[in-house]
């Protein structure tokens, strides 16, 4: 299992939005789980889009700025998970995020508190999607990033899109030395392939997400769903991006001697 963070830039290239697809199509074997933590300071998303405000302000990062301060995030952190499954089995859960951005300077000594439970969550069979948004990886949210198996920087193959990236890659290789594995994921939006990208930017591209506005406004913004949405070209493309990225973990957790799929026991309680 693994922590995934993934980041956005300028221009909102589609870090929520691939964060989502990637939560609903994790392939999971019996008795594992996925959690996607929306951890982008300047605030959530996927309570008023995804899930179009159903549960108010009742669950999320906030709640757990108190707990951290107390010493007990990591039983108050279960409590926070909405499952987003149909049949209630709990195997794909969202932390909200923030709210109001106003909120992230109460998370200040929390963000590594969450950085550290999150490399425990993943020993209990559990694999960690973490939304960085435009800003997360860096400043005092950065442990998130820096204790992550894999970073995927999210990108548009457009001229704006590319150049934003490639500061923020700088950036993140200048920070992260070889802690973590980099790959890109591609919105296909511009004139550049992925081999281009890929000889440019100097890091591998783990799926090139088309560009369907109207499939991707169901994952950003609760839009209804089209008749087969599960199979849409979105979908399929999120679906296929699992293998790549856990090539990257292994590469990773063999470079550090570490196994690449741990499968240590049952579910803490906590996590039940």
């Known amino acids: 299992m693994a ?10 290239p589609g870090a929520t939005t691939t964060a989502m697809a ?4 994790w392939p999971l074997a019996t008795g594992h789980r996925v959690v996607l933590a929306e951890c982008d300071p300047d605030g959530g998303a996927i309570l008023p889009g995804a899930l179009q405000g159903t549960l108010g302000n009742t ?9 951290g301060r107390q010493n007990q995030l990591a039983e108050a952190f279960w409590r926070q998970l909405v499952d987003v ?10 932390l909200p995020g923030l709210y109001d951005p106003a909120h992230a300077s ?21 694999d960690v999607l973490v939304d960085l948004g435009r800003r997360g990886a860096f ?3 950065a442990p998130l990033v820096q204790r992550a198996d894999v970073v995927l920087m999210v990108a548009r193959n457009t001229l704006r899109g590319l150049q934003s990236a490639e500061v923020r890659l700088g950036a993140l290789r200048e920070q992260l030395g070889s802690a973590a594995e980099i790959g890109l994921v591609l919105v296909n939006q511009g004139p550049f ?3 281009e990208v890929r000889k440019h930017l100097g890091a591998p591209v783990v799926v090139t997400m088309p560009w369907r506005p109207a499939e991707a406004d169901v994952l950003s913004d609760g839009a209804s769903q089209p008749r087969k949405f599960e199979a849409c070209e979105l979908m399929r493309a999120a679906r296929s991006a699992s293998s790549a990225v856990q090539d990257l973990v292994a590469v990773r957790r063999g470079r ?14 906590g996590a039940r």
């Open 3 to 12: 922590v995934i963070a993934v980041a956005g830039g300028l221009g909102a």
């Open 22 to 25: 990637l939560l609903l199509t």
């Open 59 to 67: 669950h999320g990062l906030r709640n757990l700025a108190l707990a």
């Open 85 to 94: 499954t149909d049949a209630g089995s709990r195997d794909r859960l969202v």
């Open 106 to 126: 109460s998370m200040g000594p929390v963000w590594d508190q969450l950085a550290r439970l999150f490399a425990g969550v993943e020993e209990h069979r559990h």
């Open 139 to 141: 400043g005092a949210s």
């Open 193 to 195: 392939s992925p081999e």
């Open 256 to 269: 550090l001697g570490v196994p690449a799929g741990p499968d240590q026991g049952q579910v803490s309680a």
